[in-house]
């Protein structure tokens, strides 16, 4: 059973491009939640959903920021006009319905 | 959420048990406490989670009062492989629905 899977696991991006960070789940895991880490800092919640739901988004920007989990593919965490700002490391995380947490190696997205 | 207070870093030699204390002073009745461990570069891995008194499992102890409202992380022996960041956190026992926080974690650092 492989581990939950991000890609790309660097990205880099000009500022004004859009940023887009895949997450597949751990099989059988119908949560998914989305977590930004800046350099020395700890993980901030973004975003949980569920397949084809969006939970919470209570951590997300409000502009630019939008995930998905669709029924079928991974989910999609998108940045559009990513300002430097932007730059750190996003964890994605799968849970199935009451058990462990597990993350994803994280994507590292660099905003040039 | 409950917030989490935890020292910022630590310092230890290979072969000496760690304790990392974490203060968690507004739980609710319904949290778990649960630690994870972070390398550089890696998502956050799962090392153990409790809600009273004592849990072990392979690589760690976790001590609860009875109070809750303070947990220990156990380490026994350290290896230099334990060099990590170490989070505590608070969240419900539906943890499927939990937007689990980290906070700024525990820098522990083990010398030769």
């Known amino acids: 059973n492989a581990g939950v899977m991000q890609n790309p696991r660097h990205l880099v991006r000009r500022r004004g491009q859009e940023a887009r960070l895949r997450c597949s789940p751990m099989?059988?895991?119908?949560?998914v939640y989305w977590y930004r880490q800046l350099p020395e800092e700890g993980l901030k919640f973004m975003v949980y959903?569920?397949?084809?739901?969006?939970?919470?988004e209570s951590g997300m920007p409000k502009e630019r920021f939008s995930a998905e989990f669709p029924k079928e593919g991974p989910s999609i965490l998108r940045i559009q006009q990513v300002v430097r700002g932007d730059s750190a490391a996003y964890f994605c995380?799968?849970?199935?319905?009451?058990?462990?947490?597990?993350f994803g190696p994280g994507t590292r997205l660099t905003v040039l | 959420l409950a917030k989490t207070t935890q020292p910022i870093s630590m310092d230890s030699y290979e072969g000496q048990e760690v304790n990392i204390t974490c203060s968690h002073n507004?739980?609710?009745?319904?949290?778990?406490i649960t630690w994870y461990q972070q390398f550089p570069s890696q998502g956050p891995r799962f090392i153990i989670q409790?809600?009273?008194t004592k849990v072990t499992n392979e690589v760690a102890s976790l001590f609860i009062p009875a109070d809750r409202k303070s947990s220990t992380l156990s380490l026994p022996r350290v290896s230099l492989s334990d060099t990590a960041v170490y989070y505590c956190?608070?969240?419900?026992?539906?943890?499927?629905?939990?937007?689990?926080?980290f906070g700024s974690g525990t820098r522990l650092q083990v010398q030769p």
């Open positions: 959903l569920q397949k084809e739901n969006i939970i919470d």
């Open positions: 995380a799968s849970q199935d319905s009451g058990g462990e947490r597990f």
């Open positions: 409790g809600y009273k």
């Open positions: 099989k059988g895991h119908s949560h």
């Open positions: 956190l608070v969240g419900g026992s539906d943890t499927g629905r939990r937007a689990l926080t």
């Open positions: 507004n739980i609710a009745t319904n949290d778990y």
